[in-house]
């Protein structure tokens, strides 16, 4: 469920709560913004991230390594541990690729698709 309070005149966002949302929020929200607070069904705000303009937009600006190194984190890997997964790979080769001082060969994207379970065009 997705609780947004709207800012009255402007119809602005001034907040969203997501999640489940306990009864006892819902009343103070509704009790405190009135007719501000929107409720949205969770089916209606699923979407998909690859899907979004703000996706499509920064996606022009974002470099393999960058994409590299969020997997990375995402799945709390350090630069060693994922030189292991992907075999024999230093540190450095890792902190290289990730700083695009080294460039991502289709071979390594492939192997870097396998692990995180994604596209091999997310690498290249």
Request: no cysteine.
């Given at each position: 469920?997705?609780?947004?309070?709207?800012?009255?005149?402007?119809?602005?966002?001034?907040?969203?709560?997501?999640?489940?949302?306990?009864?006892?929020?819902?009343?103070?929200?509704?009790?405190?913004?009135?007719?501000?607070?929107?409720?949205?069904?969770?089916?209606?705000?699923?979407?998909?991230?690859?899907?979004?303009?703000?996706?499509?937009?920064?996606?022009?600006?974002?470099?393999?390594?960058?994409?590299?190194?969020?997997?990375?984190?995402?799945?709390?890997?350090?630069?060693?541990?994922?030189?292991?997964?992907?075999?024999?790979?230093?540190?450095?080769?890792?902190?290289?690729?990730?700083?695009?001082?080294?460039?991502?060969?289709?071979?390594v994207a492939k192997k870097l698709?396998?692990?995180?379970?994604?596209?091999?065009?997310?690498?290249?």
């Open positions: 469920m997705l609780a947004v309070v709207k800012k009255p005149r402007t119809n602005t966002t001034l907040f969203e709560v997501k999640g489940n949302i306990p009864a006892g929020v819902m009343e103070y929200l509704q009790r405190e913004f009135g007719q501000n607070v929107e409720i949205v069904d969770e089916d209606e705000e699923l979407v998909s991230i690859f899907d979004t303009h703000w996706y499509k937009g920064i996606k022009k600006a974002i470099t393999p390594g960058d994409t590299l190194r969020i997997y990375r984190e995402n799945r709390g890997l350090t630069q060693t541990e994922l030189g292991q997964k992907l075999g024999k790979f230093t540190r450095q080769k890792i902190s290289d690729m990730e700083n695009n001082k080294r460039s991502i060969s289709k071979a698709s396998e692990i995180f379970d994604v596209p091999i065009e997310r690498f290249l």
